[in-house]
T-cell receptor, first 114, second 110 residues
Framework: DAGVTQSPTHLIKTRGQQVTLRCSPK?????VSWYQQALGQGPQFIFQ???????QRGNFPDRFSGHQFPNYSSELNVNALLLGDSALYLC?????????????FGSGTRLTVV | DAKTTQPPSMDCAEGRAANLPCNHS???????VYWYRQIHSQGPQYIIH???NNETNEMASLIITEDRKSSTLILPHATLRDTAVYYC???????????FGKGTKLTVNP
């Protein structure tokens, strides 16, 4: 049973460019959340998708957007990249019916903006 | 902002119990205490959670004080593979997002 799969694992982009990160949730999970983790900090919540809609959003600018597909996979898009967007981006999936359970996290995408 | 306070770092000898404290003095009656850990270069991993009673699973035990203002995560026989950052989080179950603090960096020494 595959867990959460994220791609790519590493990415280098130039300031001002746009990037798309991808996430496939754990089998049986229908909810996907995205987190940003800067070096030395805990993960910070970006947003969550359920039934192809953004259900909750953290304190991130509109440059950060997402999408969820009918198969529950998700994309995170970041436009007009800034140096400060360099971070580990984590995807976490869960089942809306089993909210008491813990999330399952992927290993993340390491984004470096130069 | 995170609603928990944890020491920034702790050390533990291999084979001994690791006791990681967490203060959550403003916890509400409907908030659970969750523990996650993050091993270097990996995503956070769920460990255990509880509301008011002590809990135990195959990974750890969670002791919550009677007033629920603090808790302790216990790894009964720490191994080198338990070296990680441990996060204590309070969360209302049906509100989905997790609010992470900086956690406790646990180093298990041989």
């Amino acid at each position: 049973d595959a867990g959460v799969t994220q791609s790519p694992t590493h990415l280098i982009k130039t300031r001002g460019q746009q990037v798309t990160l991808r996430c496939s949730p754990k089998s049986g999970h229908d909810t996907v959340s995205w987190y940003q983790q800067a070096l030395g900090q805990g993960p910070q919540f970006i947003f969550q998708y359920y039934e192809e809609e953004e259900r909750q959003r953290g304190n991130f600018p509109d440059r950060f957007s997402g999408h969820q597909f009918p198969n529950y996979s998700s994309e995170l898009n970041v436009n007009a990249l800034l140096l400060g967007d360099s971070a580990l981006y984590l995807c976490a999936s869960s089942s809306d019916r089993g909210s008491e359970d813990g999330y399952t996290f992927g290993s993340g995408t390491r984004l470096t903006v130069v | 902002d995170a609603k928990t306070t944890q020491p920034p770092s702790m050390d533990c000898a291999e084979g001994r119990a690791a006791n990681l404290p967490c203060n959550h003095s403003t916890i509400s009656g409907n908030e659970y205490v969750y523990w996650y850990r993050q091993i270097h270069s990996q995503g956070p991993q769920y460990i255990i959670h509880g509301l008011k009673n002590n809990e135990t699973n195959e990974m750890a035990s969670l002791i919550i004080t009677e007033d629920r203002k603090s808790s302790t995560l216990i790894l009964p026989h720490a191994t080198l593979r338990d070296t990680a950052v441990y996060y204590c989080i309070v969360r209302v179950v049906l509100i989905e997002k997790l609010v992470f603090g900086k956690g406790t960096k646990l180093t298990v020494n041989p």
